[in-house]
């Protein structure tokens, strides 16, 4: 319960990090820091603790847009519990396979969102394009040195 | 056993699923929530949970404007300053260089203004150098004086600037007129920076008469105000009585001075 509400707050700190500071930037080229932070911790901790923290995460976000409620929360759920079942502990992974997952989860995530949000099919593909995929690739390429330094959980004997 | 350890193993793989799908629930049933229950959720949500969440932000943001804005104020305040200092300093050349020009007016001297810049470097400053020189037809010997009183008089003379001898320096002197007695005396340096004036022993003196040049000696004319008598000197013989001059112009204090163009009326042929 400790580790999941510390991670919970990891996440909500990553979130007015992105609110803050990371508006700054041109919303097609701004990471996403916490589905960063949740696909890192659900490898970490397993499906059911990315669910809840996915659920939670996306919740919280999809306040901030009241026309679009649940969608984050439908997306981020399905991240972390995707990351959750390659749990660190049961299989081993290099930090690039590591980012190649969170480019999956990134595109996952993306795909699920505009669906739930409802975007029409020419919107659906050009914002995929266009603002899906810039966002991810800066994304993935800042996972490159969070994968290399968080830390890797412990492979069950 | 068996079986209750399978049903726990069981139990553990579809805790996964049954998270996932009550997760899945919850988040359709946000999605497709009518508009006045999401409206009441976000109020809600706003209200209690996301309170401090929304405060930080709002602080952060807050923090990052008031940085800014003090950093602009900031600068903004330095440059006033000195824009304020540069003022004051103005004013109160202005006030001085209205004086002296209201008394080179009224006085009817041939005057002619210049600026200290340089004071002699030791703990006693006895002589100047100011900016006028053989150029600006300075002569040597000519007085030194300001609005309020002499100060000097030009002791050397260079092409651009000119060396100035104190009152204060103890090879100074200068004789000088009670205004009110008309006894003469003579001024001096007797210590580092305080002038006495030694008239004869049956001299009127009082304290608070003021002394004026003399124009005895050929270098200062005749009625320049020097000083006033601040206090006598008890000496034991009566040949001479001796006061203490509170100078009207304080050599220290002074920044512009005139130097009045008046030739001595003395000189020394070489054989």
């Keep these: 319960m400790k580790k999941f509400l510390f991670s919970f707050l990891l996440l909500l700190f990553l979130l007015v ?15 996403d820091l916490v589905l960063l932070g949740l696909v890192v911790l659900s490898l970490r901790f397993g499906s059911v603790f990315g669910v809840y923290l ?24 399905l991240v972390g519990y995707l990351a959750g079942l390659l749990d660190e502990t049961r299989f081993t992974f290099s930090p690039l396979t590591k980012c190649l997952l969170f480019a999956a989860a990134y595109g996952i995530h993306d795909i699920l969102y505009n669906l739930a949000i409802g975007l029409e099919q020419p919107a659906f593909w050009s914002h995929l394009l266009w603002a899906s995929l810039p966002s991810g690739i ?6 490159i040195p969070v994968f290399y330094l968080a830390p890797h959980g412990i492979r069950e004997s | 056993m068996i ?24 988040s359709l049933t946000l999605l ?36 800014q804005e003090n950093e602009k104020l900031r600068r903004e305040n330095i440059s006033l300053k000195v824009t304020n200092d540069r003022l004051k300093e103005y004013q109160t050349q202005n006030q001085r260089l209205k004086s002296m020009l209201s008394f080179k007016n009224e006085s009817g001297f041939d005057l002619m203004s210049g600026e200290i810049f340089s004071r002699n470097p030791g703990r006693y400053v006895t002589s100047w150098r100011i900016n006028l020189g053989e150029r600006d ?30 009152i204060y320096d103890p090879n100074f002197k200068i004789s000088v007129l009670n205004q009110r007695s008309r006894h003469i005396a003579i001024l001096e340096s007797y210590q580092k920076h305080e002038v006495s004036a030694q008239f ?13 040049t003399s124009g005895l000696g050929g270098v200062f004319p005749k009625g320049l105000m020097v000083g006033e008598v601040q206090s006598e000197f ?33 000189f020394v042929i070489n054989p």
């Design chain 1, 17 to 31: 990090i992105q609110a803050t500071l990371l508006s700054l930037m041109a919303p097609a080229w701004r990471p």
């Design chain 2, 200 to 212: 004869s022993g049956d001299a009127d003196v009082r304290v608070g008469d003021t002394l004026v």
């Design chain 2, 3 to 26: 079986f209750f350890e399978w049903i726990t193993a069981l139990f553990t793989l579809a805790r996964g699923v049954f998270s996932l799908l009550l997760c899945l629930l919850l």
């Design chain 2, 234 to 266: 008890k000496l034991s013989n009566a040949i001479t009585r001796k006061v203490k001059v509170n100078l009207f112009q304080d050599p220290h204090l002074v920044e512009e001075v005139f130097v009045y163009r008046i030739r001595d009326s003395w």
């Design chain 2, 137 to 166: 037809s300075i002569e040597l010997n000519m007085p030194v004086l300001t609005a309020k009183g002499v100060v000097g008089k030009v002791a050397k003379v260079y092409w651009n600037h000119s060396l100035v001898q104190l």
């Design chain 2, 32 to 67: 497709f929530m009518s508009a006045e229950g999401k409206r009441i959720f976000y109020e809600v949500a706003v209200s209690t949970v996301l309170a401090p969440v929304e405060s930080v932000i709002a602080l952060k943001k807050d923090y990052f404007r008031v940085y």
């Design chain 1, 54 to 77: 996915g659920f939670l995460t996306g919740a919280v976000q999809d306040v901030y847009v009241v026309e679009t409620l649940g969608a984050n929360a439908l997306a981020y759920c």
């Design chain 1, 138 to 143: 800066v994304s993935v390429l800042l996972s």
